[in-house]
């Protein structure tokens, strides 16, 4: 992936990029799609996120990425109203979204994923994907198909009535997806879904997060530190570094541009 050999060098180093980035400020703010312009978070005194704008269409997947304490699940926080921006504004197909809640945000479809995983643990497979389609107002009975459907399709048939803790990991982080996907989202936000899976597993994974789009007329919001699934699922990336959006583009601009190579990788370019 990468060419140019790199060394270590320290964060104030990395953040003095600057100049040459492909765009620093992101895309114009758009109308259309889940979008933040100009955001700013603050706890105490850290600027967690600091002047990012980001939109996010039906139909696309775009990555989330940066290094540790980046910003990434903060953001994906703040789209999905579990947290408030300290400034700048979100906004739904151009609707001003200050007063939403994070159930709000759910029933206009948005959906997540947690990094740290949120099931009920004494639930069955099967039960911890109904409530989820119950809480968007299906019926029993739709929300028993649907969850029947999505959790077979994530790869979870033989589990459906284990308990959600007596899963492995890996397959925890499946049933979060078909949790997601059972409130018909429409914007699926994904926090860092691979991770802990194996080479196998991670590309049984990416087969469904890049059928997402087609099959369930959504987009994709992937936060993810694999460079092999990010950079292979995604049409665009976002990159991050200390709450600032350092470099944005296709995969293929990104990875090779100096800002990426610099922040991302915690590295200096010697050559
Ligand atoms: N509730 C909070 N209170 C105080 N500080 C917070 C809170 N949530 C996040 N932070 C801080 O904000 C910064 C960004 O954190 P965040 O979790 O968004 O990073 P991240 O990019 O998701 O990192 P990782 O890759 O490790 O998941 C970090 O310095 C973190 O310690
Ligand atoms: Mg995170």
């Known amino acids: 992936m990468m060419r140019a050999a790199i060394r270590s060098a320290n964060a104030s180093e990395n953040r003095a990029v600057g100049a040459n ?14 979008a933040v312009s100009e955001l700013t978070v603050k706890f105490g005194g850290l600027a967690a996120i600091s002047d990012v704008t ?41 609707h001003e979204t200050r007063k939403w809640g994070a159930s709000r945000f759910r029933r206009e479809g948005v959906a997540r994923t ?12 099967l039960e911890n994907a109904e409530v989820s389609a119950i809480a968007m107002g299906a019926s029993r009975d739709k929300a028993r198909k649907q969850a029947v459907e999505l959790l077979e399709w994530v790869g979870l048939r033989e589990v459906l009535q284990r308990p959600a803790e007596s899963l492995a990991y890996t397959d925890q982080r499946r049933l979060d997806i078909a949790r997601a996907l059972c ?7 994904l926090d860092e879904p691979a991770a802990g899976m194996s080479d196998t597993e991670c590309d049984d994974l990416m087969h469904l997060i890049r059928a997402m ?3 369930f007329d959504c987009a994709v919001l992937l936060i993810e530190h694999n460079m092999h699934v990010v950079m292979g699922l995604s049409d665009r990336l ?6 600032r ?21 915690g590295a200096e370019i010697v050559e």
Do not use: M, W
């Open 114 to 125: 947690f990094q740290s995983g949120r099931l009920f643990g004494k639930l069955s497979v």
């Open 238 to 243: 976002h990159v991050l570094d200390g709450g």
């Open 213 to 215: 789009p087609r099959k």
């Open 245 to 265: 959006t350092i470099v944005e583009g296709v995969p293929a601009e990104v990875q090779a541009h100096e800002a990426f190579l610099r922040a991302y990788l």
């Open 21 to 34: 980035q492909i765009n620093t400020r992101g895309p114009a703010i758009r109308t259309d799609g889940l």
């Open 183 to 189: 409130s018909d989202a429409k914007y699926v936000l």
């Open 54 to 94: 980001l939109s996010l269409c039906v139909g696309e997947i775009v990555g989330l990425i940066g290094p540790n304490g980046a910003g990434k699940t903060t953001l994906v926080n703040v789209l999905t109203g579990f947290q408030k921006p300290s400034s700048g504004e979100v906004t739904l197909n151009g």
